[in-house]
């Protein structure tokens, strides 16, 4: 299938309408992908099609269960070379995306990508969750906080909740091992100030089933959290023992 064809029927699935200029837009975002993508590390995809369905509509799928307006701003943790935050950013150009990522090179493509695409409503900072999410300007500062194949969920939730605002929401892209995933991380998601709001298995065009996990924020983060860089991977909270 041609691949504008493709992008046409995965979105329609989805329940999203793209203009022509937002298709052009994501198309322009495969090509520099493919392009950059031979001289630099940014994605193991690199088939055309697979690119369109295990990326974009992939990214995309959060539409379906979280409504975006004018006013929601949003972080991506971990977005690598812009997944799920860009095919977002290029549907929702009235919403704010802030796209972190921990490795230089993967921001400046994001720079190039926001130049190339014209995105106004891009943020594209350098650095480690745990760190940003200690500045005031970022911490408890967004609606909704994405991520998707950045860490298990017990890492997870202490990178993204203290940037979510009380009454906001962090999903998490997960394959199939959500669930053991979940157990492991009741404690934690506790201790960050969170509650399990919901699990949607989401069916993606390549028929795969993966799982949105929303995680509501109703309390503050105590203010210890997250620990410093690093830590939070190496020995995440699986206990509800306190460090
Ligand atoms: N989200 C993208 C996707 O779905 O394709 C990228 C996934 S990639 C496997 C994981 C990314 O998370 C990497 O680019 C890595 O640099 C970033 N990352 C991991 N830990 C991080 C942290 N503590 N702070 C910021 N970025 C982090």
């Known amino acids: 299938m041609q691949r504008e064809a493709l992008l046409r029927v995965g979105a329609q699935q989805l329940s999203i309408h793209f203009s022509d200029e937002q298709m052009k837009q994501l198309l322009r975002y495969v090509d520099l992908l493919q392009e950059w993508n031979q001289r630099m590390n940014l994605t193991a995809i690199t088939d055309t099609q697979e690119i369109i369905t295990k990326h974009l509509l992939d990214s995309l799928s959060v539409t379906s269960v979280q409504a975006f307006s004018e006013t929601t701003r949003v972080i991506d943790i971990g977005t690598g070379a812009g997944l799920p935050g860009i095919p977002l950013a290029i549907l929702y150009p009235q919403v704010q995306f802030t796209l972190l990522d921990a490795v230089r090179k993967k921001i400046t493509f994001l720079e190039e990508v926001k130049t190339q695409?014209?995105?106004?409503?891009?943020?594209a900072i350098h650095g480690r969750a745990?760190?940003?999410a200690r500045q005031?300007?970022?911490r408890e500062q967004y609606d909704l906080a994405l991520s998707r194949?950045?860490?298990l969920l017990p890492t997870l939730v202490e990178y993204a909740l203290p940037f979510v605002r009380v009454g906001g929401f962090f999903i998490a892209y997960k394959g199939e091992t959500v669930f053991q995933e979940i157990e492991q991380a009741t404690p934690a998601i506790?201790?960050?100030?969170?509650t399990l709001d919901a699990v949607h298995a989401v069916r993606t065009p390549t028929d795969k089933l993966h799982y949105l996990v929303a995680i509501r924020k109703i309390s503050t983060t105590p203010e210890k959290y997250p620990?410093?860089?690093?830590?939070?991977?190496k020995q995440a909270l699986l206990s509800a023992a306190r460090e």
Do not use: I, M, T
């Open 190 to 194: 506790a201790l960050f100030g969170g």
């Open 149 to 151: 194949a950045v860490a």
């Open 130 to 132: 745990e760190d940003y």
């Open 227 to 233: 620990r410093k860089a690093g830590k939070p991977s």
């Open 136 to 138: 005031l300007e970022h």
């Open 117 to 123: 695409l014209s995105l106004q409503n891009v943020h």
